[in-house]
């Protein structure tokens, strides 16, 4: 079974726990005997909804397994409960020796009652969606190391409907009532999203015209990205950057370093969806994955990590030139004729600084839970190098938090 929220701040990846507890034997403050806390996920009506594939759309986060971890300052887990979404399990209530609770009851009206939790529990961490074999039952919440990008955005869980949710807060008492505390627990993605919505060779920004009547699209690839990282966006793996070799970005076999990765961090051969026959599809002048598709990467965004990368492969590249008046593309009276150059090899666009929200300072690190959405990436003849991550396209980008919803995308370059 699955659990589906569908409100805004669910949907932008904000779940919310409200936990109120109070002691269970004599007594105040938080420190003393054992707790007993209400649980309750609730959903909270702010507008806006989560864009999928489809980016007119609507899919929101489809919560299909989770864990509430209690732990101490330093983050020792003090104890767990994992939230049975099965049909057999959903409605069951608080098993204090299995550490159970049914999804249906945490979900309903006034939540349910946790047990038993020590009174050195300070804080509250959620866990969900992330893959299975990486759930830990005791030890340290920094122990939670198990979100890959291998893993983690593969065929299950790539989109925007699974993806893993993070989230932490302290249980802070009821001013008036130190026998009571609470704690709202915002649960977002791990990772941000970068959305392409079409890439064309219509480029018209003084004092750059493009001029490219046609070109083919063989790959796109996310590059300078984090392969792994702890559930709290600490302990990153060595960032991932695959150099200016033509090699490692190949669009007709995989490449070796994209190889588990086509269709979560790459599209090439067959994952480029559009018109003709992948990979080598001819556009004359705008590549789009289908009229109402994006193409779509979530990539893991630590605090104050790098931000990724985007190269762009393409090949065929045909650039209209002179007519038989001795006319430019552009200048009046200019009628195209079959006076055209196609640039031999492959070519490559690299887009490494994004900016948002009309910020003339690139932006310096990705934030979990915004979505990056490129409409059209439009270019010319100028922006085209033999080799990737050679030169740049500047990008700005409008960003939205927590909302999953892409806006349309300024753009131009410096």
């Not at 569908?6 to 938080?30: D, P, R, W, Y």
């Not at 003393?32 to 594939?53: I, N, S």
């Not at 705008?286 to 790098?306: E, F, H, I, Q, S």
Request: charged share 15%.
């Amino acid at each position: 079974m699955k659990t589906i929220f569908k409100s805004a701040l669910i949907a932008c990846a904000a779940l919310t726990a409200g936990l109120a507890g109070c002691q269970k034997e004599n007594g105040s403050g938080i420190g003393k005997d054992e707790k007993v806390v209400r649980l309750q996920f609730t959903q909270e009506a702010v507008g806006g909804t989560r864009a999928a594939a489809t980016h007119v759309g609507e899919e929101p986060i489809v919560l299909t397994d989770a864990y509430v971890y209690f732990t101490t300052a330093g983050g020792d887990i003090v104890a767990q409960v994992q939230i049975d979404f099965s049909l057999a399990g959903k409605g069951a209530a608080y098993n204090s020796s299995a550490n159970t609770v049914g999804s249906d009851l945490i979900t309903a009206d006034g939540g349910t009652e946790i047990t038993g939790v020590p009174a050195s529990a300070t804080k509250v961490v959620i866990v969900g969606n992330a893959p299975s074999a990486t759930y830990i039952t005791g030890g340290n919440i920094n122990d939670f190391t198990g979100i890959n990008v291998d893993g983690l955005y593969d065929a299950t869980n790539k989109g925007v409907a699974k993806v893993a949710l993070f989230g932490i807060n302290t249980l802070t008492p009821v001013p008036g009532d130190d026998t009571k505390y609470t704690s709202n627990v915002q649960v977002a993605p791990v990772g941000a999203r970068f959305e392409i919505g079409s890439i064309a060779g219509d480029y018209d920004v003084a004092p750059i015209t493009s001029h490219i009547k046609s070109f083919t699209l063989e790959g796109i690839y996310i590059n300078n990205y984090y392969p792994t990282m702890s559930i709290d966006g600490s302990g990153l793996g060595a960032i991932v950057h695959n150099s200016t070799t033509v090699a490692n970005y190949n669009g007709a076999v995989a490449p070796s370093k994209y190889a588990t990765l086509n269709g979560s961090l790459a599209d090439y051969g067959a994952t480029i969806v559009g018109q003709g026959t992948a990979p080598y599809n001819a556009y004359a002048p705008k590549a789009t994955p289908a009229a109402t598709d994006v193409w779509a990467y979530n990539v893991l965004a630590p605090d104050g990590g790098d931000v990724p990368h985007i190269v762009v492969r393409l090949s065929s590249v045909v650039v209209k030139t002179t007519d038989s008046a001795g006319k430019k593309p552009g200048e009046a009276g200019y009628v195209e004729t079959l006076n055209n150059t196609t640039y031999a090899g492959t070519k490559f666009l690299t887009v490494r600084n994004i900016y948002v929200d009309g910020s003339s300072t690139p932006l310096a690190s990705f934030q979990r839970g915004y979505v990056y959405r490129i409409v059209k990436l439009s270019f010319a003849q100028q922006h085209l190098t033999d080799k990737p991550e050679t030169t740049t396209i500047d990008i700005t980008v409008e960003a939205e938090l927590m909302t999953w919803v892409p806006k349309d995308v300024d753009y131009d370059f410096n």
